[in-house]
């Protein structure tokens, strides 16, 4: 070989061609059952009549969370809205604070929005952890819960 750098160029071209991803696999039509690769059947389907008795289903009267004091520090939820549990605990006049320019400003530069500060959240929808009780709200901003059972937004987003 005279020129050892030709055959290196060659090389890598050559591995840098091919393609990284792998071929479309035709899968089977939805209504078939695969019995083997090669085979095909029909699915044959059977309706099936719902049970004769439809158990009782109470509605969950809290089912969502709700916004307790939005960013403004204004109150959306009022007391008669909330579990009487929590709404015997909730003290409304030192929790309904708005976020200063300052930390709304940063809120903003961070996250392009302004979370609420306090929340309502089922106990269903609620997470345990050795810190806590918390939620994570629009899959971005944890709110752990304090002793009055309401949420608070983590004081890390806007300190």
Request: with cysteine; proline share 11%.
């Amino acid at each position: 070989m005279k020129n050892p750098w030709i055959f290196l160029a060659v090389l890598v071209l050559a591995g840098c061609s091919r393609k990284t991803q792998p071929a479309a696999s035709h899968a089977p039509a939805k209504n078939s059952a695969v019995i083997a690769p090669w085979k095909t059947v029909p699915e044959t389907r059977t309706e099936v009549a719902p049970p004769a008795t439809n158990p009782i289903v109470t509605p969950d009267p809290f089912p969502d969370p709700m916004i307790v004091i939005d960013a403004n520090g204004n109150i959306v939820t009022s007391r008669n809205q909330l579990p009487p549990a929590i709404a015997e605990k909730a003290n409304y006049r030192s929790i309904a604070r708005s976020f200063t320019p300052a930390q709304r400003k940063n809120l903003i530069y961070r996250f392009q929005m302004v979370p609420p500060r306090v929340l309502y959240v089922p106990e269903k929808l609620s997470q345990r952890s050795a810190r806590g009780v918390y939620v994570i709200f629009k899959k971005k901003f944890w709110y752990w819960q304090k002793e009055d059972g309401l949420f608070y937004l983590d004081e890390t987003y806007y300190q």
